[in-house]
T-cell receptor
Framework: KAGVTQTPRYLIKTRGQQVTLSCSPISGHRSVSWYQQTPGQGLQFLFE???????NKGNFPGRFSGRQFSNSRSEMNVSTLELGDSALYLC???????????????FGPGTRLTVT | AQSVTQLDSHVSVSEGTPVLLRCNYSSSYSPSLFWYVQHPNKGLQLLLKYTSAATLVKGINGFEAEFKKSETSFHLTKPSAHMSDAAEYFC???????????FGRGTSLIVHP
């Protein structure tokens, strides 16, 4: 079974631009979560989707948004990029809805975003 | 409210010696606790999880962790370190209705030959 895939793996953008990152979950998984990882703040939860509905949202500004499609693939968008948005963005998928069962998550390799 | 504290930012061991990575948590609810490992330029991999079943949890690659409610701890151990264990380790707590995860700051495990 293929793992979680994220595209692109690396991205360089300029301040003020917007960016869209994509995540394809493991086949059959309907939960997708997004995380931001930086040296300064560590790993922080962005948002979480199940069956096309946002279930939870972390403490990030409205410039960060996401969505999930009917095939469970998910995208996150960051508008008006700032230098501080440079980070590794990780996506994770799970078979179960958030808060139910064991909720074991499988992570993708991440997208490395550099904002200049 | 929930939080997690990884007590050591770096742990250095020699190959073949025991590993202890410490994690304390706080939660107003019964928590689920996880340990993940991240190798350089890779995503996170689940090592083991505690979800209110057995307090001693066995994971992959010889790791295990013990949930101690009285000490609010969930320390990760391995009897004998291998060079391939060198990586960043994260302790994670989830609890409450929203089940939003809180990550520790990570512990970098260094294994010397």
């Amino acid at each position: 079974k293929a793992g979680v895939t994220q595209t692109p793996r690396y991205l360089i953008k300029t301040r003020g631009q917007q960016v869209t990152l994509s995540c394809s979950p493991i086949s059959g998984h309907r939960s997708v979560s997004w995380y931001q990882q930086t040296p300064g703040q560590g790993l922080q939860f962005l948002f979480e989707y199940f069956s096309e509905t946002q279930r939870n949202k972390g403490n990030f500004p409205g410039r960060f948004s996401g969505r999930q499609f009917s095939n469970s693939r998910s995208e996150m968008n960051v508008s008006t990029l700032e230098l501080g948005d440079s980070a590794l963005y990780l996506c994770a998928s799970s078979l179960e809805p958030p808060g139910q069962g064991v909720y074991e998550q499988y992570f993708g390799p991440g997208t490395r975003l550099t904002v200049t | 409210a929930q939080s997690v504290t990884q007590l050591d930012s770096h742990v250095s061991v020699s190959e073949g010696t025991p590993v202890l990575l410490r994690c304390n948590y706080s939660s107003s609810y019964s928590p689920s606790l996880f340990w993940y490992v991240q190798h350089p330029n890779k995503g996170l991999q689940l090592l083991l999880k505690y979800t209110s079943a057995a307090t001693l949890v066995k994971g992959i690659n010889g790791f295990e962790a013990e949930f101690k409610k009285s000490e609010t701890s969930f320390h990760l151990t391995k009897p004998s370190a291998h060079m391939s264990d060198a990586a960043e380790y994260f302790c994670v707590v989830r609890s409450g209705g929203s089940y939003i995860p809180t990550f520790g700051r990570g512990t970098s495990l260094i294994v010397h030959p």
